[in-house]
């Protein structure tokens, strides 16, 4: 099959020919979604995978002509957060892609069958450009503990998870949500704030999609008692708080959010399908798969990147 291979890190993707590796039923790739951390492990920052390697989890196409999703984390289903319906925190998870098991840049991956997810149409491009950022705000929302009126920055916001993430929020019913980034006008159509310097603002919940570069920032704009919920580190780059005495004494919660259950991936789909949230995205061949990342690095892609594989 043809496939974008990861040959070495902080390097151009080669497209050659692969066999596609796993456990389970074959799916014939259609598009594939380039998520952030596709972009940390790509620039090096997780030590323990060995190359080459042929990434992608947000992966939708065809199984026995049926269009469906492909639900990315590899569960056990018999540890104790499997048992309890946190799969996402599973022992003994996987990611697709990320090791022997070959990811969707490429044409065919192989999952349980467990893992598909019928999808509710054949518009198959908006679902694998918002499932993972979806299921992502819907599970990272239930950690922050918002109310109607709370106000909500989400910093990264016109990347692919945060475009989403704030149309979430605004599904909630949150009323003042804002958002940090360059692409403040597709922001306002969204009915969002947008704001590039946070100084002198003062929030109740922050979601930290950015990481490293922003989180002293944000965490000097969270209000006492305020929490912030860590989705994303961008850069990879280790995360130092330039002011814990501050955190400390304005009793700060921060809190981890581990990506999403396979419900909360189902229910992302719904919300899509039904028109609830509007799929924002640019699409790239994957023979053109360089250019993508290229862009996503320089921040001039609006929404989610995803390839065309067939």
Request: aromatic share 8%; charged share 25%; net charge positive.
């Amino acid at each position: 099959m043809k496939a974008a291979i990861l040959t070495q890190f902080n390097s151009p993707f080669i497209i050659g020919n692969a066999e596609p590796h796993g456990v389970g039923v074959r799916i014939n790739v259609a598009y594939t979604g380039i998520c952030g951390r596709d972009l940390v492990i790509w620039k090096g920052g997780f030590k323990n995978l060995k190359l080459p390697l042929i990434l992608g989890h947000e992966i939708v196409g065809y199984y026995n002509g049926r269009p469906v999703a492909v639900y990315p984390n590899l569960y056990c289903g018999s540890c104790d957060y499997c048992k309890s319906g946190k799969e996402n925190l599973c022992d003994n998870a996987r990611i697709l892609g990320e090791g022997e098991i070959t990811g969707g840049y490429a044409e065919q991956v192989i999952v349980p069958e467990r893992n598909l997810i019928p999808l509710p149409d054949d518009k198959l491009e908006k679902y694998a450009a918002t499932m993972d950022p979806v299921a992502t705000a819907i599970h990272a929302s239930k950690l922050a503990d918002l109310k109607k009126d709370s106000k909500v920055l989400v910093t990264g916001a016109g990347g692919g998870v945060g475009i989403h993430l704030v149309q979430y929020l605004k599904y909630l019913g949150i009323s003042n949500v804002y958002g940090l980034s360059s692409k403040g006008e597709k922001l306002k159509e969204l009915g969002v704030t947008p704001v590039s310097d946070i100084r002198g603002e003062k929030f109740d919940a922050i979601f930290e999609l950015v990481g490293s570069k922003t989180i002293n920032d944000s965490l000097r704009a969270l209000k006492k008692e305020g929490i912030l919920v860590l989705i994303g580190n961008t850069e990879g780059e280790p995360i130092t708080l330039s002011r814990p005495a501050m955190s400390i004494m304005r009793q700060h919660k921060i809190v981890g959010s581990a990506s999403y259950t396979q419900a909360e991936y189902e229910e992302a789909i719904k919300l899509v399908g039904y028109g609830k949230i509007k799929a924002i995205y640019e699409i790239y061949e994957l023979e053109r798969i360089n250019e993508a990342y290229r862009k996503m690095l320089e921040r001039k892609v609006l929404g989610r990147a995803i390839l065309k594989v067939i």
